[in-house]
């Protein structure tokens, strides 16, 4: 989910589009929130571990 983020956020950047650069932003974030829970061990949608 990170790595889409990133992507988003490349192809919005050198686009100029604001809402890939918007969705980007959001799955980034939502990508870095289910890492942090999964790597402190909370089960996160039924899972021990995120990737």
Excluded: D, K, P
């Excluded at 990170?2 to 969705?23: D, P, R």
Aim: net charge positive; hydrophobic share 65%; charged share 5%.
């Amino acid at each position: 989910m990170i790595a889409l983020g990133i992507i988003l956020l490349v192809i919005g950047f050198i686009t100029g589009l604001s809402i890939l650069w918007t969705i980007g932003i959001i799955l980034v974030v939502i990508g870095a929130v289910l890492w942090i829970l999964g790597s402190m061990g909370h089960a996160v949608a039924g899972r021990r571990h995120y990737w």
